[in-house]
Nanobody, 127 residues
Framework: VQLVESGGGLVQAGGSLRLSCAAP????????FGWFRQAPGKEREGVSC????????YYRDSVKGRFTISTDSAKRTVYLQMNSLKPEDTAIYYC?????????????????????WGQGTQVTVSS
């Protein structure tokens, strides 16, 4: 089982990108998904999480109103639509998943047992 991210790239500030995470080996009813990111010299941080079965979502404060997480269970794919990008969004973005019963998704945070991670996709926002 694996996760494969795509859609990263170089974009100017104010631009948009849509990240995709192919998750063919996972049941979207049984697993919750998240996007994390890590910038150079910084710790990895949660960006957004979603549980398709419950409809719960989480966004970190700095991306609220700009990023949208979604899933397409038929395509077994998770998306992160990123609009109004800022230079501070520059990072490697990782897709991750874990059993939904072991993942906590609330308005104010997201955490738990994320067991599987993709290889990451680079997002670079120029000023």
């Amino acid at each position: 089982v694996q996760l494969v991210e795509s859609g990263g790239g170089l974009v100017q500030a104010g631009g948009s990108l849509r990240l995709s995470c192919a998750a063919p080996g996972f049941s979207f009813d049984d697993y919750a998904f998240g996007w994390f990111r890590q910038a150079p010299g910084k710790e990895r941080e949660g960006v957004s999480c979603i549980s398709s079965s419950t409809g719960s979502t989480y966004y970190r404060d700095s991306v609220k109103g700009r990023f949208t997480i979604s899933t397409d269970s038929a395509k077994r794919t998770v998306y992160l639509q990123m609009n109004s990008l800022k230079p501070e969004d520059t990072a490697i973005y990782y897709c991750t998943t874990g059993p939904r019963d072991l993942i906590r998704i609330r308005y104010q945070d997201c955490g738990g047992r994320f067991n599987y991670w993709g290889q990451g996709t680079q997002v670079t926002v120029s000023s």
